[in-house]
Nanobody, 127 residues
Framework: QVQLVESGGGLVQAGDSLTLSCTASGRSLSNYAVSWFRQAPGKEREFLAASNRIGGNVYTNAYADSVKGRFTISRFNAKNTVYLEMSSLKPEDTAVYLC?????????????????WGQGTQVTVSS
C-alpha cells in the first residue's frame, strides 16, 4: 500500500520562506514523477511543480507560472522524500498543499492523472 505524508506546513508571514516535505512508504519515489498541488477553499486543485524522471537518477523539474522563481521542487532519494521549498510567500499562497505521484516517469498538470495523494498540509500566510 502506497502512502504519501506531507509535513512542514504552518502559519507564516508574507515574505517568509517554508519548506514542505512529502515522504512515501510502499513505493520508491525515485522511480516515478512526483508533483505538488495546492487547494484553497472554494477553488480547484492547482498544479504547482513536478519532478519528472528522465532516467537513472536524472530528473527535470517543471513549474506553474504562478510559482516559478519562488518555489523549488527537489528530491532526497535516500529518504524517499520530495520537498517543496517556498520563498517570498504571499497571502494568496494560503492553501492546503498536497503531493501526488503517477504511475510513470512524467507528470502532468491534471489532478485526475495522479494515482496516489497525500492528505495535505496547511500553509497559511498572513499579511
Amino acid at each position: 500500500q502506497v502512502q504519501l505524508v506531507e509535513s512542514g506546513g504552518g502559519l507564516v508571514q508574507a515574505g517568509d520562506s517554508l519548506t514542505l516535505s512529502c515522504t512515501a512508504s510502499g513505493r520508491s519515489l525515485s522511480n516515478y514523477a512526483v508533483s505538488w498541488f495546492r487547494q484553497a477553499p472554494g477553488k480547484e486543485r492547482e498544479f504547482l511543480a513536478a519532478s519528472n524522471r528522465i532516467g537513472g537518477n536524472v530528473y527535470t523539474n517543471a513549474y506553474a507560472d504562478s510559482v516559478k522563481g519562488r518555489f523549488t521542487i527537489s528530491r532526497f532519494n535516500a529518504k524517499n522524500t520530495v520537498y517543496l521549498e517556498m520563498s517570498s510567500l504571499k497571502p494568496e499562497d494560503t492553501a492546503v498543499y498536497l503531493c501526488a505521484t503517477v504511475e510513470g516517469r512524467t507528470a502532468t498538470t491534471e489532478p485526475s492523472d495522479y494515482v496516489y495523494w497525500g492528505q495535505g498540509t496547511q500553509v497559511t500566510v498572513s499579511s
